[in-house]
């Protein structure tokens, strides 16, 4: 079955850097755009950023451009979420997502905080 088990959260201060890691099993992991998604609490989840299945053009929110980057190792079946300069506002769950043709996944994700 499909399985993604995110790992890498914590507690940071503000303006340091974490790098999130989504372990990937139970579908071909070099087929499949990859997605990180978060959710804070009274808010609904929203795409943090994508990365398609060879790599290469990735999209970010708004919110994260510049400060966050996405990436993956297809012989890892992993993907990755650098987030730099991290802000109060990022905190978050955050989620790893792949849409295969039987259904959607989510991991169940990792809590960030931001906190001084």
């Known amino acids: 079955q499909v399985q993604l088990v995110e790992s890498g959260g914590g507690l940071v201060q503000p303006g340091g850097s974490l790098r999130l890691s989504c372990a990937a099993s139970?579908?071909?992991?070099?087929?499949?755009?990859m997605s990180w998604y978060r959710q804070a609490p009274g808010k609904e989840r929203e795409l943090v950023a994508a990365?398609?299945?060879?790599?290469?053009?990735?999209n970010y929110g708004e919110s994260v451009k510049g400060r966050f980057t996405i990436s993956r190792d297809n012989a890892k079946r992993t993907v990755y979420l650098q987030m730099n300069s991290l802000k109060p506002e990022d905190t978050a769950v955050y989620y790893c997502?792949?849409?295969?043709?039987?259904?959607?996944?989510w991991g169940q994700g990792t809590q960030v905080t931001v906190s001084s």
């Open positions: 990365i398609p299945s060879a790599g290469g053009y990735t």
């Open positions: 139970g579908f071909t992991f070099s087929s499949y755009t």
């Open positions: 997502r792949v849409l295969v043709p039987r259904g959607d996944y």
